[in-house]
């Protein structure tokens, strides 16, 4: 096993949920916060990134979860993985959804210990009206970002080719974007070895 490996299969534990800023942890180590529309797939990958089958549990009820909670990678943490809550969910009340753009953006605006955030896009989809509406408040609060697209396995390889061509031009026309994107499928595990390595950069920038 390689060192890579061992970081990402050894101790992982949940450490806390913030549904408001005062409840945010010590900034003590570096933070890759990871986000996506409801039903993306992000609880999926996460648990595919740690090694683990239910870390960050998956809810039937897509937009339940408005809390932004906080995972420690190591022991002593040399990271933190913080699970930011699904957005674009079209049943979820309004003051839910202002709630969770005051929450996130807040978050990413004034968080020191976040080195970058990992996009989930749904590779079926492709960028959607509603990350890019993300995409322009991460520009907005300077973060650094990576586009991961998810569920690869559900498409034909000529598809996933052109999904990646298209997600790859759209982000030149975002400043905080980072110009290689992820490829992914939590269910084969495909691509995790290299968005572990992407992660790992990350917090190491």
Known sequence: ??????????????????????????????????????NVGKSSLINALVNRKDLARASNTPGRTQELNFFDVGDPPLFRIVDMPGYGYAKAPVATVKKWRFLVNDYLRGRAALKRAFLLIDSRHGIKDVDREIMEMLDGAAVSYRIVLTKTDKIKASELEAVQADTATKLRKHVAAFPELSVTSAEKRGGIEDLRAAVLEAIQS
């Open 1 to 38: 096993m390689n060192d890579q490996n061992k970081i990402f299969s050894g101790p992982v534990g949940f450490l806390k949920s913030a549904p408001s800023l005062e409840f945010l942890p010590e900034p003590t180590v570096p933070e890759i916060a990871f986000a996506g529309r409801s």
